[in-house]
Nanobody, 126 residues
Framework: QVELVESGGGSVQAGDSLRLSCASS????????MAWFRQAPGQDRKFVAA????????YYADSVKGRFTISRDNAKERVYLQMNNLKPEDTAVYYC???????????????????WGQGTLVTVSS
């Protein structure tokens, strides 16, 4: 059974940092592109960042470029999202997603992905 479990969310002030983690089980992690999406209240789920199975290709949403960094540890079967200089508009539930042997890009629609975590809430106050 495939499972993704996010952790690391919380409530912070603008300008602070957080590091999200997504632990996987039940899949061959080093064959999966991993990604982070987020969903703010009343909005659609949106792409944040993705990293291919080798870590050789990384994509970011324009809104987080220069502030967020995605990384993965294939030995630990985890993907991370380091979020610096957080802004109130970063407030959302952050979801981890996985896709086997296919890339996830900023144009990938969430409906195209079958494997998701339960989400972790990030709240940024001004």
């Amino acid at each position: 059974q495939v499972e993704l479990v996010e952790s690391g969310g919380g409530s912070v002030q603008a300008g602070d940092s957080l590091r999200l983690s997504c632990a996987s089980s039940g899949l061959v992690f080093n064959t999966y592109t991993m990604a982070w999406f987020r969903q703010a209240p009343g909005q659609d789920r949106k792409f944040v960042a993705a990293i291919t199975w080798t870590g050789g290709t990384i994509y970011y949403a324009d809104s987080v470029k220069g502030r967020f960094t995605i990384s993965r540890d294939n030995a630990k079967e985890r993907v991370y999202l380091q979020m610096n200089n957080l802004k109130p508009e970063d407030t959302a539930v952050y979801y981890c997603a996985a896709r086997e042997l296919r890339v996830i890009t900023p144009e990938t629609r969430p409906e195209a992905l079958a494997t998701w975590g339960q989400g972790t809430l990030v709240t940024v106050s001004s």
